[in-house]
């Protein structure tokens, strides 16, 4: 079974300024990575995923992730946040033989984001 | 392209009563989940479908919760009768086929009084 961790529930920051928000993840078998945005009264829509390849993943909206398999973390960063970041984020993982089905999710962590 | 559809967005019910809630896939995508979304938590996975078969409904409470996707296309998630820890987000997500991204709706909002 799989499981992601999101330490930070909430992480306050200043417009323009850098952020990370953090994920680890244990499993057993060989994973998937993914992070999902949720705005106010909306849907998951998905930011960026890791599938195979290259460690640094670019999203949209200016995010970016590095997989690490040996701490087994998939943190997300934002060299400059505006007020429209301000939103929810969820860690996701797939395990690999399921075929990108079956994501578990973390608990999330509440970026807020202000002038 | 349009995206997945929910409806109602929000309901407000008593405990005991009934409550459904419906989705309308993107055209083509044979996989359907049902996530519940409680405050404060990620989104749980409640049933998978594949077209018109179940995959996985391991983490449905079967006692008061179904959920079916006759044809293959749109799904209905009902809970009968509703408990006060039933209040939660419910998310339908879907899936084309070899595709590694899931796509999900806005959500039904539900409170349990």
């Known amino acids: 079974a799989q499981s992601v961790t999101q330490l930070d529930s909430q992480v306050p920051v200043f417009e323009e300024a850098p952020v990370e928000l953090r994920c680890n993840y244990s499993?057993?078998?060989?994973?998937?990575l993914f992070w999902y945005v949720q705005y106010p009264n909306q849907g998951l829509q998905l930011l960026l995923k890791y599938l195979s390849g290259s460690t640094l993943v670019k999203g949209i909206n200016g995010f970016e992730a590095e997989f690490n398999k040996s701490q087994t973390s998939f943190h997300l960063r934002k060299p400059s946040v505006h007020i429209s970041d301000t939103a929810e984020y969820f860690c996701?993982?797939?395990?690999?033989?399921?075929?990108?089905?079956?994501?578990?999710f973390g608990t999330g962590t509440r970026l807020l984001v202000s002038p | 392209e349009a995206g997945v559809a929910q409806s109602p967005r929000y309901k407000i019910i008593e405990k005991r009563q009934s409550v459904a809630f419906w989705c309308n896939p993107i055209s083509g995508h044979a996989t359907l989940y049902w996530y519940q979304q409680i405050l404060g938590q990620g989104p749980k996975l409640l049933i998978q479908?594949?077209?018109?078969?179940?995959?996985?409904d391991s983490q449905l409470p079967k006692d008061r919760f179904s959920a079916e996707r006759l044809k293959g296309v749109d799904s209905t998630l009902k809970i009968q009768p509703a408990k006060l820890e039933d209040s939660a987000v419910y998310l339908c997500a879907t899936q084309g086929q070899g595709l590694d991204t899931q796509y999900f709706g806005p959500g039904t909002r539900l409170t349990v009084l």
């Open positions: 499993s057993s078998v060989s994973v998937y």
């Open positions: 479908f594949q077209n018109n078969g179940v995959v996985d």
């Open positions: 996701a993982v797939s395990a690999m033989n399921t075929g990108f089905q079956k994501l578990v």
